[in-house]
């Protein structure tokens, strides 16, 4: 049986799982997806790993398109996400609400979980968020970092870490059974990321569109939406 090679941010890993069976009707091939944080996608797709299509941020995607990784202009948008706050499954959630609250939380915590800001966007964004609370430093000894944000989240959720917290795309934290979502990022902390797909240059065509055109259907667009995105 054929393969449908897909190279996906993580934070589109539940929309992707999701979907395999649709895609696997439009193509009658089986699907192979590597999830990862974006900076380590990117660097599949430069690696040249088998793909067909490519889902990244639309910035990356453009990159990719300049540089003939992805057919220019099959680029598409598919939703938007923000950041969301955790604590591992039925532990006090502390209040979060604020930027202030925020603060506490977070150095009151005796553990803040979220991606490598090195690879991963949310990781890079909850690296700025606690800068700009002065808290970086502060809390040095005390943040663990993950490859992406749903390996940050299932190690959250299984170690159960008493006064543990965790940071990520929600996108990334409604799939995980092991842990709460207490509330999004609060205020001028919160930062929405947009994620998009592209036929990948050196893939089956015909395999990369049936991707996109189930991603832009409407039981695509639902799961997107259930995954916490606001679909584009």
Known sequence: MSTVHIISAGAMQAVI???????ERATGAKVAATFGAVGQQRARVLADESADAIL?????????????????????????????????????????????????????ASLVVYPDPQIASA???????????????????RIR??????????????QRLAGSIGVTQISEIRPIPTITLIAEMPGSLQVITAYGA?????????????????????EGRAEIERAGFTPR
């Open 198 to 218: 592209g036929l990948a240059a050196k893939g089956n065509r015909a395999f990369g569109q049936a991707v996109l055109d189930v991603l832009a259907s409407p």
């Open 145 to 158: 970092h993950f490859p992406n944000g749903n390996v940050s989240m299932t190690w959250l959720g299984e």
């Open 123 to 141: 990781g890079r964004h909850c690296d700025d968020a606690l800068r700009r609370l002065g808290l970086r430093d502060e809390l040095a000894d």
């Open 56 to 108: 990244l941020t639309p910035a990356m995607l453009d990159e990719l398109a300049g540089s003939g990784w992805i057919v220019p202009g099959s680029q598409r948008t598919l939703g938007e996400v923000g950041m969301g706050v955790v604590v591992p499954l039925g532990h006090p959630a502390p209040d979060v609400s604020t930027e202030q609250a925020f603060a506490a939380a977070m150095r009151a």
């Open 17 to 23: 799982t999701a979907l395999v069976p649709a895609i």
